[in-house]
C-alpha cells in the first residue's frame, strides 16, 4: 500500500516489493503503474475518488460515477480485477435512511458499467472512531458500520459489488473479526490490514492474531489480495513491511 510507505518513492516500494516476494502493489499514482507492471508486479487495486466523496451524498453521485468509469476502463486495460470506492461523509441534515437509499441507487447507475468490463468494484468500510489521525479514523464517514455496509452491498444485487473488508477497521468499529470473515466471505473481494490500536505494524503491540486471521480467510476460499495497509513507526519501513508479509504468509 504506497501511501503509507511515504516518503519512500513508489518504484523503491515496488522493487521492495519484488525482492520479498509480494505479487502486487496498489495506493500508489496511475503514472507508475507502467513501470511497476514492467517490473514483474501487479495492480492489487485501482484508486477512484477519494473517501471523503461518495454515493451517500446525491449530489456527488454524477462525480463518482464519472470517475469510477475512467478506472474501471484502467483496470480492465492493465488486468486488474478491483476497484475501490466508499460511502463517502455522511452529510449534514441527511438521516442514515436516506443516506442508505442514495448509496444503493448510486452503486445501482454504475455496477453495470463495471459488470459489462469483467471489473468488481469494492466498497471499503472505514472507522469512524480514531480522531487521532487523519488516516488512522474517518468520523463522519458514513460507511462505518460493516454490518450495515454488506446490506447495502447485497440491496445492490450483483457479484460485481464487493466489500473492501478492512481488519482493523473492523476492528474497531466491530470486532468478532474473524466470525464476520466467515459470514460474509461470499461478499467480500479484498483485505487491508493494519495494527489495531494505532494503525501500525502487525507486531505484539497489537491485539489482532493475525496469523490466525490469515487462517480464516484461506479456509474461506478467499483467492484475492491481502493488502499491507499499516503505517510504519519501525526505523527501518522496508523491515517492518517484510515482517507484516511473513507474519501472514500462512499458505506456503
Not at 463522519?140 to 460485481?160: A, C, K, L, T, W
Not at 505494524?201 to 492474531?209: H, P, T, V
Request: net charge negative; hydrophobic share 35%; with cysteine.
Amino acid at each position: 500500500m504506497g501511501w503509507c510507505f511515504k516518503p519512500m518513492p513508489p518504484l523503491e516500494l515496488g522493487e521492495l516489493c519484488r525482492k520479498i516476494g509480494v505479487p502486487a502493489i496498489e495506493g500508489v499514482s496511475s503514472k507508475f503503474y507502467p513501470q511497476l507492471l514492467k517490473m514483474g508486479l501487479k495492480i492489487s487495486l485501482v484508486s477512484s475518488h477519494g473517501f471523503r466523496k461518495g454515493f451517500c451524498d446525491v449530489k456527488l453521485h454524477d462525480e463518482c460515477v464519472e470517475t469510477l468509469q475512467k478506472n474501471i476502463d484502467l483496470a480492465r486495460d492493465i488486468g486488474t480485477q478491483n476497484v475501490i470506492t466508499f460511502t463517502g461523509m455522511l452529510p449534514e441534515n441527511v438521516d442514515r435512511e436516506t443516506a442508505t437509499r442514495n448509496c444503493v441507487r448510486g452503486l445501482k447507475k454504475i455496477v453495470g458499467y463495471a459488470e459489462k468490463r469483467g471489473i468488481t468494484l469494492v466498497l471499503e468500510h472505514l472507522n469512524s472512531r480514531d480522531n487521532t489521525h487523519p488516516m488512522k479514523g474517518h468520523p463522519g464517514y458514513f460507511g462505518d458500520d460493516v454490518d450495515h455496509v454488506v446490506e447495502m452491498i447485497r440491496q445492490v444485487g450483483s457479484p460485481h459489488l464487493k466489500l473492501l473488508f478492512d481488519i482493523y477497521h473492523v476492528q474497531i468499529m466491530n470486532g468478532d473479526v474473524v466470525r464476520r470473515i466467515r459470514q460474509y466471505h461470499e461478499y467480500i473481494g479484498h483485505y487491508h490490514t493494519a495494527g489495531c490500536p494505532g494503525r501500525g505494524e502487525l507486531d505484539d503491540r497489537q491485539e489482532i492474531n493475525y496469523p490466525y486471521v490469515m487462517k480464516a480467510i484461506l479456509e474461506t476460499g478467499f483467492q484475492g489480495y491481502v493488502a499491507q495497509e499499516f503505517i510504519p513507526t519501525w526505523e527501518d519501513s522496508a523491515a517492518a513491511l517484510e515482517h507484516a508479509v511473513q507474519l501472514c504468509d500462512i499458505g506456503g
